[in-house]
Nanobody, 119 residues
């Protein structure tokens, strides 16, 4: 059973940094694409960043140059380094992974961690 547990959220001021972590278990972590999503109140969940098994990354335009996704396969953990945070980054951040090594569909989700950025 795939399990994803996020940590690292909190309340920060605009311009600060945070690093989110997501610990994965239940299968061979290094084989699967991982992603970070976020959902703000009243808005749809959106993809923030993704990282493939070979380390290729993609980002939402709104976070390019500020956020960095990375993975440590030895620790079964994916990270989201968030710099120069803005109030509009306030959301619940979710870690997710795909259903299979051939799939692009994110099928497994963590419970989320709250990030609040004050102005």
């Amino acid at each position: 059973q795939v399990q994803l547990v996020e940590s690292g959220g909190g309340l920060v001021q605009a311009g600060d940094s945070l690093r989110l972590s997501c610990a994965a278990s239940g299968r061979i972590f290094r084989l699967y694409k991982m992603g970070w999503f976020r959902q703000a109140p009243g808005q749809q969940r959106e993809l923030v960043a993704g990282i493939t098994s070979d380390g290729s990354t993609n980002y939402a335009d709104s976070v390019k140059g500020r956020f960095t996704i990375s993975r440590d396969n030895a620790k079964n953990t994916v990270y989201l380094q968030m710099n120069s945070l803005k109030p509009e980054d306030t959301a619940v951040y979710y870690c997710a992974t795909v259903r299979s090594v051939w799939s692009q569909e994110y099928a497994y989700w963590g419970r989320g961690t709250q990030v609040t950025v004050s102005s």
